[in-house]
């Protein structure tokens, strides 16, 4: 394979702004799962009979899944959005209107007022807070880990967007410290704290997004007058099967963490076998766990490939499905706690660090975003109502109907990585090292 093949990639030493992208875009990454993701927990914990009361226990979970679902939903929507501007407008102008969207929609939920004080208009409201969170974080991801790609060396593209797949567990430990902290507070203190608080965060993410540089590679499409018409109807015509590719790569994680974290929390809970406390605490020492593997997976692709990573991953998932319940079944704390870091860190991590960089390698450079964005958020719309479908598998077969699921999600993850093509394989990783070697930094470059 010649370098030629590789330029579409940018600049083949990255650029002198690509530590400065990949921490920024990273903490953007943090501020929006910290707002997404911190939903997911208060629907677990709270949302059930504080938007939903009247009912059992497991219908107001399954109404309150079903709105954590309808954010999931909407993300396709916002990929469509950010992928076509992305891709005829640049990726730093998507990158901060997401964040924008974001952070006004979450801290409103902390305003909204409870079924008790506003009685069907608090769900209704509270769905289409969530609906306007979906299009904003379906949007942010294409902008985020595309602006560090691009920026990147060839021969350490998973190293960096590492750092913006690693905000991503940053977020969610983030949320739950604070929910830890939340859950002690009397009243509606202890879920509208946390969405609150996201507001400072997206003040902080704002100011440091505003100095990202835009992407090299789009400036030259943009340059040499290439850039699509329609990128959305051009990457579904031209490379259709890439994105449903990459949807079942996806499922695998996203829907596998929906069983795994989000459902496990409410099954943990409404099982009686741990505290509230202690599941939150399980979580975050997972997600802390999280920012270094998902970091660490990532690199770890650059030196063996994307797809030989997510073959091995999907495979262990697999078979985690069943030991994964057995082992929270006993009520050990600490069995617990291995429990959801295995899940976690393993399972789930190691797919996503494979991602940052192996989705942006599948597209053209001109309809990355769109496709990218296609192929990624997608299946938000299977994981989104996962946690649904897990509470109904659970309703009707206990614990064994979760944990299934879970394997068949780890076995369709197999299946797509077994058919999708290696972009970083041994004659790539030659090709770099050719032009690397050849070529020599210039006050546009820099090495990592």
Request: some cysteine.
């Amino acid at each position: 394979m010649s370098s030629e093949s590789l330029k579409m990639r940018g600049p083949v030493h990255g650029t002198k702004d690509v530590r400065r992208v990949a921490v920024g875009s990273g903490v953007g990454a943090t501020i929006e799962t910290y707002d997404f993701i911190g939903f997911g927990t208060a629907a677990a914990l709270y949302f059930g009979h504080v938007f939903f009361p009247g009912a059992d226990p497991l219908t107001g979970t399954l109404a309150s899944f079903a709105t954590l679902g309808v954010g999931f939903a909407a993300r396709p929507l916002g990929g469509i959005i950010g992928g076509h501007l992305g891709d005829k407008i640049g990726r730093k102008p998507v990158l901060v209107a997401s964040l924008i969207i974001m952070g006004l929609a979450t801290f409103v939920i902390g305003l909204l007022p409870t079924y008790e004080q506003a009685g069907l208009l608090a769900p209704i409201l509270l769905v289409i807070v969530r609906i306007v969170q979906g299009l904003a974080f379906g949007a942010e991801w294409g902008g985020a880990i595309l602006m560090t790609y691009e920026h990147s060396p060839w021969k350490h593209k998973g190293k960096f967007t590492g750092i913006v797949q690693s905000g991503f567990p940053l977020g969610l430990l983030l949320a739950n410290l604070v929910f830890l902290f939340s859950v002690q507070l009397p009243g509606d203190w202890g879920w509208r704290l946390p969405f609150l608080f996201s507001i400072l965060l997206v003040i902080v993410g704002l100011v440091i997004r505003s100095k990202v540089p835009e992407s090299p590679v789009f400036e030259n499409v943009k340059s040499s007058g290439n850039i699509v018409k329609s990128p959305i109807v051009e990457v579904i015509r031209t490379d259709w099967r890439n994105i449903v590719r990459g949807i079942a790569l996806r499922v695998a994680e996203t829907a596998g963490y929906a069983v795994s974290v989000t459902f496990m929390l409410s099954y943990l809970h409404t099982a009686e076998l741990a505290e509230t406390w202690q599941t939150l605490t399980a979580l975050c020492l997972a997600s802390a766990i999280g920012i270094y593997a998902t970091f660490s997976w990532a690199k770890l692709t650059d030196r063996v490939g994307r797809r030989s990573v997510y073959i091995a991953s999907c495979a262990f998932a697999m078979l985690f499905g069943i030991p994964m319940f057995l082992m929270v079944n006993t009520g050990s704390f600490l069995l617990i706690i291995v429990t959801v870091v295995i899940s976690y860190a393993v399972c789930q991590n190691s797919l996503a660090g494979a991602q940052g960089a192996w989705f942006p390698e599948l597209f053209q450079a001109n309809t990355r975003s769109s496709g990218a964005s296609l192929a990624y958020q997608i299946s938000a719309m299977v994981s989104g109502f996962t946690p649904f479908i897990t509470t109904l598998l659970y309703m009707q077969f206990g614990w064994m109907g979760p944990a299934l699921l879970f394997s068949i999600f780890a076995a369709i993850g197999l299946l797509a990585a077994l058919i999708t093509k290696e972009t970083w394989g041994p004659r790539e990783r030659q090709a770099a090292d050719e032009a690397a070697n050849a070529a020599t930094p210039d006050r546009q470059g820099a090495r990592p």
